[in-house]
């Protein structure tokens, strides 16, 4: 069964704080991608990653393919990065599963 | 370059009554892919579009159907409204076909409401 888990649910850290949100996924997939979305329900795309790492500002995604695991890290934590961060897997059947979310709350 | 727009931005139905939401995406993005968020099931795939083609649908009843236009814009309708697609309807545009392998832009949303 194609699946998602996404860890923690809920995180709250101090502003400057370093993050580290995490997905796992159950089977080999084509793409992953970290998606933001703040109150109100609009959804940025991140990232899309199939190999490696990338980094965008303070932002860094890493996938680890043997495991089947990819972290969202964020330097320097600012209250601005409140939101919830979803983890989306393309398993190759070109549909999108998403984790849960995880809840990220930085407090100045 | 404008991002991807949606309408209505809100909506209040009754139960059994029908919608239709709309997506224009992104100028030159061919591929719409459509979702649904419930505080219980968080987010799903409804169906992706590609030059007027569906190309790929989730795991949703056949009250809820789409279509894409020649210009890429996109409505997706669902009939029969009932209590339980009361959700955040989202929609996402992206340039190429199997479009869930490419960078996804994502419209503001429309908040479905049926009581």
């Known amino acids: 069964k194609n699946e998602v888990e996404q860890s923690p649910q809920n995180l709250t850290a101090q502003e400057g704080e370093f993050i580290t949100i995490n997905c796992s996924y159950s089977?080999?997939?084509?793409?992953l991608h970290w998606l933001q979305q703040h109150p109100g329900g609009g959804i940025v795309s991140l990232f899309m990653l199939s190999s490696g790492k990338k980094k965008h500002g303070r932002l860094i995604a890493t996938i680890n393919i043997q495991e089947k695991h990819s972290s969202l890290h964020i330097t320097a934590s600012h209250p601005r990065d409140s939101a919830v961060y979803i983890c989306?897997?393309?398993?190759?059947?070109?549909?999108?599963?998403f984790g849960t979310g995880t809840r990220l709350t930085i407090i100045p | 370059k404008a991002g991807v727009t949606q309408t209505p931005r809100y909506l209040i139905k009754t139960r059994g009554q029908q919608v239709t939401l709309s997506c224009s995406p992104i100028s030159g993005h061919r591929s719409v892919s459509w979702y649904q968020q419930t505080p219980g099931q968080g987010l799903q795939f409804l169906f992706e579009y590609f030059s007027e083609t569906q190309r790929n649908k989730g795991n949703f009843p056949g009250r809820f159907s789409g279509r894409q236009f020649s210009n890429s814009r996109s409505e997706m309708n669902v009939s029969t409204l009932e209590l339980g697609d009361s959700a955040l309807y989202l929609c996402?545009?992206?340039?190429?076909?199997?479009?869930?392998?490419?960078?996804?832009?994502f419209g503001p949303g429309t908040r479905l409401t049926v009581t």
């Open positions: 996402a545009s992206s340039l190429g076909a199997g479009g869930l392998t490419y960078e996804q832009y």
């Open positions: 989306a897997v393309n398993f190759g059947n070109e549909k999108l599963t």
């Open positions: 089977v080999g997939i084509s793409a």
